[in-house]
């Protein structure tokens, strides 16, 4: 009898049975979090992705949802991903580190707009960016390869101090820093809305 309990137990160890059981299939992902989760928290099972400027860590897909500026600050302060609880929206310097293959307006290009430039005259021509869909990730998108999410307008945490849009943000489709000026031909593509990728720490 308490040979049967062992090789019950030890098939039970080796099949994952159970509760706790490891399977690879489980049927509760939810890649693109949810703005509107009642509970206060955006479950994702995805990982974050490690970004080599300030050893920052992203979410990796972003938010599946378009949302107002607001609700994008809201949505990482309650998003709940990867383990983790302590996520933010990225200041636009942090924003910048994201974009690829744009020298204009990567890190240290020639577009004014940084954490210590938020005024709306910092939205200067390089900050454009380049040609649509270019870029080196996924369907031509100016962040690194292996990122995902609609290649569109994200949100930075920076408020434009002056007028024009309400916050900073990145339309990954171009490489482009916006601010919400109008002199770019691309830049009547951007609405009162975008998404949110969230960072820590």
Known sequence: ?????????????????????????????????????????????????????????????????????????????????????????????????????????????????TDDCLDFSCDNHPCCGCDQLAGPGSGGAYWPDGMSGAIDHYWSSSPVADGGSPAWGVIFGFGRVYGGDTDCSHSDDVGPDGYARCVRP
């Open 1 to 113: 009898m308490r040979k049967f309990f062992f090789l019950a137990f030890a098939a039970v160890l080796l099949l994952g049975v159970g509760p706790c059981g490891g399977g690879s299939g489980g049927g509760d992902d939810d890649s693109g979090g949810n703005a509107d989760d009642d509970s206060g928290s955006n479950d994702d099972d995805a990982s974050g992705d490690d970004d080599t400027y300030g050893n920052l860590t992203w979410q990796n897909p972003p938010s599946s949802d378009y949302m107002t500026w607001e609700e994008a600050k809201a949505y990482c302060d309650n998003l709940s991903f990867d383990g983790h609880d302590d996520w933010r929206l990225p200041k636009i310097s942090e924003l910048r580190s994201l974009i690829r293959g744009c020298d204009a307006t990567m890190t240290g290009g020639a577009c004014n707009a």
